[in-house]
């Protein structure tokens, strides 16, 4: 029985170390960042993988696209960056509903047993 605890606590002790471990290893990537990778004529494709690697989201507003836009930042990248925003908006939806739960479309309904 011992020895089981002790698996038991090694086992919580090592995820939750990988999982802290992973999200800190990350940098986010400001938007002037992007911007200047843009005006240093950055291929669109290596800015994009810079965002995906850095695991950066950004909730954009009106004025934050047009100034993205102003400043050289190209319509793939700035297209890039709402899809990759309404991506973990469906994600962060989706770990919201735990066990006895189901999706029909974007929507989240409890299951409730016959």
Sequence with gaps: ????SLIAV???LWTT????TSRTARKLLPQEEIIRLSKAQTP???I????????????????????LHKSGVSNGVIDYMLQNYADAVRW????????GWYFHGPYCYWHWPP
């Design 1 to 4: 029985m011992r020895i089981i």
């Design 48 to 67: 994009i993988q810079r965002i995906q690697t850095s695991g950066t989201v950004y909730r954009l507003s009106a004025v934050e696209i047009l100034h």
């Design 10 to 12: 090694a086992a919580i």
């Design 92 to 99: 962060q939806e989706r770990e919201r509903c735990e066990m």
């Design 17 to 20: 170390g990988c999982a802290t």
């Design 44 to 46: 669109d494709s290596e």
